[in-house]
């Protein structure tokens, strides 16, 4: 006899696109997590999808936060709970956007993690501020192309490389940091859980294709994802205590060229002069990241 599927504890009546990154994303967290959890949510496309007024679609404790402050929340709602004298086994998990995340909210972060509050950190990475109109981030990808950083004759789209966000907060001093992927949900549900029970602050990155910004049909969501770690453009790691102790390994890793061509934000790639130049680059990260975390 089959096991039930484990509650989701986020309800399916929320508005967010077909195919959406983010759902999928709260959706494997809270399985991690369970139902004795409390999440700090920022401004972002989930917490405006999954809250409409006067609807929500959470079925946990859920609180707002704004785009810079969410691990100040997080902080004070931990603060409250000793103080109550009901922290136990209560997870205390911040669900945020890479916008909100690195950038915008990176000074309560730090500060949160530097002072050691308990509690976990799950960033859904769909690299762009993609609730605002997809502008580029410091999560979005070389190459990429974004309402502020658009490829055209003299631009193949963003020029800088993404922020390591990882190794800036194991640099903190995080007992635990890892990288996930909502292409491979059991994975990010045993990191999650893993990171909940560990005492100190935290840290998930997970990455969260999105069929609106990145340009790619909408059933293809969680294909595109695990493309990106066939293509160790997104390489899935454990972090404990500043060294890595866990990587999936990729036997055959396929050519970025088929993670690309998949979405809208990298087409110019194909069809600029100096594009195949351009995807020799993408493709040296991708090799640096084999040799640097040991994929093969």
Known sequence: MSKPAPKTYISSGHSGCAGCCDAFAAKFTLMGSGP????????????????????????????????????????????????????????????????STMDIGIGALSGAFERGHDFTYVCMDNEAYMNTGIQRSSGTPYGASTTTSPAGKISFGNPRPKKDMPAIMAAHGSPYVATASIGYPRDMMRKVKKATEIVGPTYIHAHAPCTTGWGFDTSKTLEIAKLAVETCLWPLYEMENGEITQVRKIKNPRPVEEYLKTQKRFKHLFTMEGGEEEIKKIQAIADWNIEHFGLQ
């Open 36 to 99: 004795d959890t409390i999440v700090v949510n920022p401004t972002g496309c989930l917490e405006a999808m999954s809250t409409p007024f006067p609807n929500s679609a959470w079925q946990v404790p859920w609180i707002h936060s704004l785009f810079e402050n969410a691990g100040a929340v997080a902080s004070g709602v931990e603060a409250a709970l000793k103080a109550l004298g009901r922290k136990n086994n209560t997870k205390i998990v911040v669900i945020g956007g890479d916008g």
